[in-house]
C-alpha cells in the first residue's frame, strides 16, 4: 500500500492557505492572464495542514479595506463575505479592575470608520473561492514538513509530513508516507512564527535587524442576544489587566445582531514568570467596560495565535533563491493597530506580481524575486510600517514611553524617533522571580457560560489530533527543562493558552492534542527550549468562524 | 469484480447545535463531511480491490456541491465515482433514498456484485438505506461486518461484530454488507491522488438518467414525514470531580460513588 511515488511536479507552490498566499495566488494568475500572452499559466499549487480552508486563522476583524487595492474588483469587494462595517468606534483606557477611561477622540492613526467588520475564516474562505474560479489548486489536510533545495541552495519544492505513525513513531496499517512535490518557486505563507519560514530565514542569512516580538492572542466568539444596532460598534482597550511594562490590549467587535469577536492581545515580552495570559483574558472581560458590552451573551468558540509585533526593524530579507515570505511569517503588521489582513494581502499582491514577470522570464532567482520587496518598499504599507517603526519597542519599557513614542510618531509623521529603539528576543525577557515571591496566582475570575474556563475554551477551539501519533513539540533538553522548573516554576503551563502542558511529580506532561498551533511555546520558553512541528496533516485546532 | 461504495456528506456532529427555541439545526460553522462509518466501507473496499482486484464505484446522492466527498474517495484510491443529484431527490427519507440509490446500482457497468455501506450516517442514526437497497436490488444483505475477504469464485467471508461476539459467515455474492468501524483504519488520502482526481468530471445522474419513476423518488416517494424534532432534554446536576489538583483523592471519591451506587463492587 505505501508505493514509492514519484515526485510530484507544479509551477508555484504556496506553503498555506491564509490571506497571504491565496492573494499572491490569484495576484499571480490575474497579471498572467494580463500580460502573459500566448504563454501558458503557471500552475499554482496550494498546500494547507488544517482540515479545511480557514480552520488555522484567526483574527480580530477590523479589516482596512486598502487590503484590497488591486487584488479584487468592485463587484468582488461588494460580495465580500461581511455583514458589518464600522459605525462606531471608541477607545478605551482601563485604570484597574473597575474604572476606566474612555479618549474623548479616536487618534486619527487608529480610526476605522466603515472598515468591514467579521471573521477572518469566511473571508479566507471567499479568497480560496476566486483562487479556485482562476485554476489554483488548493490541497488540506497537508502540512509541508521540510523543503527541498538542490546543490546550489535554491529552494525546489517542499516534502509532506508522514500521517499514519504511531506513539513511537513506528507505522500504523494506514502510514502514508510523505510526499515531495517540486516548483519553480515556494511562497511561504505560514503565518506568525512559521515551520519553515523561521529555518529558511536562518539557512539563509535573511535575518532582519532586530529579532521579530510577538503578543499572544486569545480570542472568543460570543453568541449575543439580538439587536441589529449594536452591530458595527468597536471597542479598542488598553492598560488593565496588563501592568505598565507590558503591550496589552483588548477588543470588542460587534460583528452582527448576534454575535461579538472579543479579544485579548499581550505582549510576550513579559518578564514575570507567573503571568498566566489566559487569565488576563478572563479577567478583561470581568472589568465593568468590557462586561457591559457582552452582558447576556455566551461564549462559543474560542482560538489563539501568536501576533508578530516587531514591526520595520523585525521584517527579514522577503526573497531568496526559489522562494518568497508573504504576511505575518515575514512580520507584515502594523503594531500600532494591530492590523496584519490588509498588510498580508498586499504583500501577496506584489509576490504574485512579481512571480508573473518571473514566469514569463523563466528566471525565479533572487535577484528577479526582489522586485517583491521593492514594489513593496514603494507602497503605502511601507510608509505605515515606516511610521510606527518605533512605537511597539517602547511600550516594554513602561506604557508612558509607548504612548510618548506613539505620541512623537503620530506627531511627525513617524520621523520620531529615528534610531532603533532595541528589543531583546521575547524568551530572554522573563526574569526569575524575587525571593519570596509566591509564582502561582490563582485564579481568582467566576467561571460562567460568558467566561468558561481555560478548557472549556480548548474544547470550543474543536482542535482535535489523532493521539497515536508522535508527539509534535519537543522538549530539547530534559535537563534544561528541570532547570526551569527549579527556576522558574515551569512557566509553559501558564502561558501556553491550550493547557498543554502540566507539570506533574516535578516533570512536565505534554497533552499535545490540545495545540492550539500558536508557537506561544516555542518563542516564550525562556531557554528556547520547545520546539513547535507539524502534527499529522489534518489535525489541529477547527476554527469556523474565527 | 465490481464494488459500488455508498458515501453521504453529513454536518460534523461534534460542532452540531439545536436551536432551543426553533428546534432547527444551527448550522453555522457547521462543517460537511464525509460520514465516518462511509469511510470504513470504502476502505474494505479498497483492500479487496488491492488483494484480489476488483474496480471500486463510489456513489453519493446529495445536492452538487456533495461531489467534494466523491472525489476525497477517488483520492484514496476509488476508480470512479456517480453523484445522484436532482431536485426531485429532495426530502427524501430512507425509502426513497434506498430506491434512487438501487437504481444507480443497477445502472452500473459492468454489473455490480458488492455494495458497501457504512453501518449508519452519523447525522439520521437511522441504519435503514443499506438494507433498503439490498431489498430494492434483491441482494442478500449482511450488517456490522468488520471484516471482508472475497475468493476468486464470489464467495465471501466476513466477520460481522454482534452484541454478545463476532460470527463468522461465508456467502455468496451478490451482496450488500454494512461495515462498522471496528474494521480496518481508513487509509489517508495522498497528494497525489487529490491532484489526479483534479479535472475529472464526475457523471451526476438525475431521475432521467436513472430512469427512475419520479413519485417514487424524493419527498413525494417517501412514506415517512418528520413530524417534529426536538432536542432532548439538557441534563442537570451532577457532580463534578476536578482530578487536576488531587487525582487520587478524586479517583477515590469516583469509586465510593460508583460502589455506593452499586455500579461497581
Redesign the interface.
Known amino acids: 500500500?505505501t508505493r514509492p511515488?514519484e515526485p510530484?511536479q507544479t509551477d508555484i507552490l504556496c506553503v498555506g492557505a491564509g490571506v497571504a498566499s491565496l492573494s499572491t495566488a490569484l495576484a499571480l494568475l490575474r497579471a498572467h492572464k494580463k500580460s502573459g500572452g500566448d504563454r501558458l499559466a503557471p500552475r499554482v499549487?496550494i498546500?494547507e495542514k488544517s482540515r479545511?480552508i480557514g480552520n488555522h486563522v484567526l483574527s480580530g476583524s477590523v479589516i482596512d479595506p486598502s487590503a484590497f487595492d488591486g487584488l479584487l474588483d468592485e463587484e468582488e469587494i461588494r460580495r465580500l463575505p461581511y455583514e458589518a462595517s464600522v459605525t462606531s468606534e471608541a477607545f478605551c483606557f482601563l485604570l484597574d479592575a473597575r474604572r476606566s477611561f474612555s479618549i474623548p477622540w479616536v487618534p486619527k492613526m487608529m480610526r476605522a470608520h466603515g472598515y468591514p467588520i467579521g471573521s477572518l475564516t469566511k473571508l479566507t474562505r471567499y479568497l480560496a473561492m476566486l483562487c479556485e474560479a482562476q485554476g489554483a489548486?488548493i490541497?488540506c489536510?497537508?502540512a509541508a514538513a521540510e523543503w527541498i533545495e538542490d546543490e546550489s541552495g535554491r529552494i525546489t519544492g517542499v516534502r509532506?509530513g508522514p500521517?499514519?505513525l504511531d506513539r513511537e513513531a513506528k507505522p500504523?496499517?494506514?502510514f502514508?508516507p510523505p510526499?515531495e512535490?517540486h516548483a519553480r518557486a515556494v511562497v511561504l505563507g505560514e503565518g506568525a512564527c512559521g515551520h519553515l519560514t523561521e529555518r529558511l530565514i536562518d539557512r539563509c542569512k535573511l535575518h532582519a535587524r532586530r529579532p521579530q516580538s510577538y503578543a499572544l492572542g486569545i480570542k472568543e466568539v460570543i453568541e449575543m442576544p439580538d439587536d441589529p444596532d449594536r452591530a458595527g460598534g468597536i471597542l479598542h482597550t488598553f492598560g488593565h489587566p496588563a501592568d505598565t511594562r507590558t503591550y496589552g490590549g483588548g477588543f470588542i467587535y460587534h460583528v452582527s445582531a448576534t454575535q461579538t469577536m472579543l479579544g485579548y492581545a499581550y505582549g510576550l515580552d513579559y518578564s514575570r514568570p507567573e503571568t498566566d495570559p489566559h487569565e488576563l483574558f478572563r479577567r478583561f472581560k470581568t472589568h465593568p467596560a468590557i462586561a457591559r458590552q457582552i452582558e447576556g451573551g455566551k461564549a462559543v468558540?474560542y482560538g489563539a495565535k501568536v501576533i508578530p509585533e516587531g514591526g520595520l526593524f523585525s521584517v527579514p530579507e522577503l526573497a531568496t533563491d526559489g522562494a518568497l515570505i508573504v504576511g505575518d511569517g515575514g512580520g507584515l503588521l502594523d503594531s500600532l493597530r494591530i492590523k496584519g489582513i490588509h498588510m498580508a494581502m498586499q504583500s501577496g499582491r506584489f509576490a504574485g506580481e512579481a512571480l508573473a514577470a518571473a514566469w514569463l522570464a523563466d528566471d525565479f532567482s533572487r535577484d528577479r524575486l526582489s522586485a517583491y520587496g521593492k514594489a513593496l518598499r514603494a507602497s503605502p504599507v511601507w510608509t505605515q510600517l515606516e511610521r510606527v517603526r518605533n512605537v511597539r519597542a517602547p511600550f516594554s519599557k513602561h506604557t508612558v514611553f509607548g504612548l510618548a513614542a506613539a505620541g512623537a510618531a503620530w506627531a511627525t509623521r513617524g520621523a520620531l524617533p529615528w534610531w532603533m529603539v532595541r528589543m531583546e528576543p521575547d524568551h530572554a525577557a522573563m526574569r526569575p522571580p524575587r525571593p519570596g515571591r509566591a509564582l502561582r496566582t490563582e485564579a481568582t475570575v467566576e467561571t460562567t457560560p460568558l467566561n468558561p474556563d481555560r478548557l472549556t475554551d480548548v474544547f470550543m477551539s474543536?482542535t482535535?489530533h489523532d493521539e497515536d501519533q508522535p508527539c509534535h513539540l519537543h522538549i530539547l533538553d530534559r535537563k534544561t527543562c528541570e532547570e526551569c522548573i527549579e527556576r522558574f516554576d515551569a512557566p509553559c503551563q501558564r502561558f501556553c493558552p491550550a493547557e498543554v502542558y502540566r507539570l506533574e511529580d516535578g516533570h512536565i506532561h505534554i497533552d499535545f492534542s490540545n495545540c492550539l498551533h500558536c508557537k506561544t511555546c516555542q518563542i516564550k520558553d525562556p531557554y528556547a527550549n520547545i520546539e513547535w512541528t507539524p502534527p499529522q496533516?489534518g489535525d489541529g485546532p477547527?476554527y469556523?468562524?474565527m | 469484480m465490481h464494488i459500488a461504495v455508498c458515501v453521504k456528506q453529513v454536518p460534523d456532529t461534534?460542532?452540531v447545535r439545536i436551536d432551543p427555541e426553533t428546534n432547527t439545526l444551527m448550522r453555522?460553522?457547521?462543517?460537511s463531511i464525509i460520514n465516518p462509518y462511509d469511510e470504513y466501507a470504502l476502505?474494505q473496499a479498497l483492500r479487496l480491490r488491492?488483494s484480489c482486484g476488483a474496480r471500486v464505484t463510489a456513489l453519493t446522492m446529495g445536492p452538487p456541491q456533495a461531489a467534494v466527498i466523491l472525489r476525497e474517495a477517488m483520492a484514496r484510491g476509488a476508480d470512479g465515482a456517480v453523484l445522484l443529484s436532482d431536485r426531485a431527490f429532495a426530502g427524501a427519507d430512507t425509502w426513497a433514498t434506498s430506491y434512487v440509490i438501487a437504481q444507480a446500482i443497477k445502472k452500473l457497468k459492468p454489473k455490480v456484485d458488492l455494495v458497501l455501506f457504512g453501518k449508519q450516517a452519523i447525522d439520521g442514526d437511522t441504519a435503514q438505506v443499506g438494507p433498503g437497497v439490498s431489498e430494492f436490488l434483491k441482494y442478500p444483505l449482511l450488517t456490522y461486518a468488520r471484516d471482508l475477504q472475497v475468493a476468486a469464485d464470489g464467495r465471501y467471508t466476513a466477520e460481522t461484530l454482534m452484541d454478545d461476539g463476532v460470527e463468522v459467515i461465508e456467502g455468496e455474492l451478490p451482496a450488500v454488507i454494512t461495515v462498522v468501524k471496528e474494521s480496518?483504519?481508513?487509509?489517508?488520502?495522498?497528494?497525489?491522488g487529490?491532484?489526479a482526481t483534479?479535472g475529472g468530471e464526475i457523471p451526476s445522474w438525475g431521475v432521467k438518467q436513472l430512469k427512475a419513476v419520479p413519485d417514487l423518488c424524493g419527498l413525494q416517494g417517501s412514506p415517512t414525514r418528520v413530524v417534529k424534532i426536538f432536542a432532548p432534554p439538557v441534563k442537570s446536576g451532577g457532580t463534578r470531580m476536578d482530578g487536576r489538583v488531587q487525582p487520587a483523592a478524586a479517583v477515590e471519591a469516583i469509586v465510593t460513588l460508583l460502589s455506593r451506587k452499586g455500579v461497581v463492587s
Open positions: 500500500m511515488s510530484l499549487v498546500l479545511a489548486e490541497y489536510g497537508f509532506t500521517r499514519g500504523k496499517s494506514n502514508a510526499e512535490i468558540a474543536g482535535i496533516g477547527r469556523t468562524r | 461534534a460542532n453555522e460553522g457547521v462543517e476502505e488491492d480496518a483504519a481508513p487509509r489517508f488520502a495522498p497528494l497525489a487529490w491532484m483534479r
